[in-house]
């Protein structure tokens, strides 16, 4: 019984520790990894907030683009071919 | 009890002390962990959500300016022709021409003029545009460019009688050759 208390004590407790510090280490090291992505993510929706301006980045192009085939078509009646 | 006995029992105790420790300490970590996640979770569902219409807004747009763009090149090859066209970009855009236009292949390869500030006969079409515009057929004068009276009618007003039989003087007597009160 000595032997198994010995074996428990000085080899299986090391051993228990070692393994656990371990698991430990590496779950806070990933706490902080998810901290960060979690900024990130926040930080991209936020960016993400301008978004709805394309809406009118949209409408302004086809206006834009409306006009510049009607100026052409003018043109294209004006000036005689090449 | 034996001191074998004990030695067990404290052995086996640190043990368990020792994985109530470190476990728990996992757990709360772990439990950090869920509720970063969540909150990561919630920030990626908003991104998801933002950008949802960006795909179609933006295959929108690039289609808009991409049939304006198809216009405008079509346009100018058109009027100016291949060549012109070419000598004109890369006048205004130094290696344009490099890059071509996409729908004429042989724009990399046309030898095109070179073209500087001045486009003669650019300016010469601008000039006539203002004489022979279709826009001018419909003026009560009849069409511009066909009737020289009517073409050079600005510059007879310079000399509303009879026109001088020289050529306006132009240095100290020109005061004194002057008539007019002013």
Do not use: C, H, W
């Amino acid at each position: 019984m000595i032997v198994v208390a010995l074996v428990l004590a000085l080899v299986v407790l090391p051993i228990v520790v070692v393994l656990l510090r371990n698991v430990l280490a590496e779950t806070t090291s990933i706490v902080g990894s998810i901290d960060r992505i979690t900024a990130a993510a926040q930080a991209g929706s936020r960016d993400l907030d301008a978004a709805p301006l394309l809406l009118t980045t949209q409408q302004q192009v086809r206006d834009t683009v409306a006009n510049v085939a009607a100026y052409g078509g003018s043109l294209d009646v004006i000036v005689d071919d090449a | 009890m034996t001191a074998a006995g004990v030695l067990l029992i404290i052995a086996v105790a640190l043990i368990v002390a020792a994985l109530v420790v470190y476990l728990v300490q996992v757990i709360v970590a772990l439990q950090k962990i869920t509720k970063g996640l969540d909150a990561t979770i919630a920030a990626v569902g908003e991104i998801v959500e933002k950008s949802q219409p960006v795909n179609d807004i933006v295959g929108d747009i690039n289609t808009n300016l991409d049939a304006a763009v198809d216009a405008l090149e079509g346009l100018l090859v058109k009027k100016a022709g291949l060549p012109d066209a070419m000598g004109l970009l890369e006048g205004l855009y130094p290696g344009a021409k490099a890059e071509g236009l996409r729908n004429f292949p042989d724009s990399t390869t046309v030898r095109s003029p070179r073209i500087g500030e001045v486009y003669t006969r650019g300016t010469l079409t601008l000039a006539r545009l203002g004489r022979e515009a279709p826009i001018a057929a419909a003026s009560p004068n009849g069409p511009a460019l066909r009737d020289p009276r009517y073409g050079s009618a600005a510059s007879r007003t310079l000399y509303p009688a009879d026109r001088p039989g020289r050529s306006p003087v132009i240095g100290n007597e020109v005061r004194d050759a002057d008539a007019s009160p002013v």
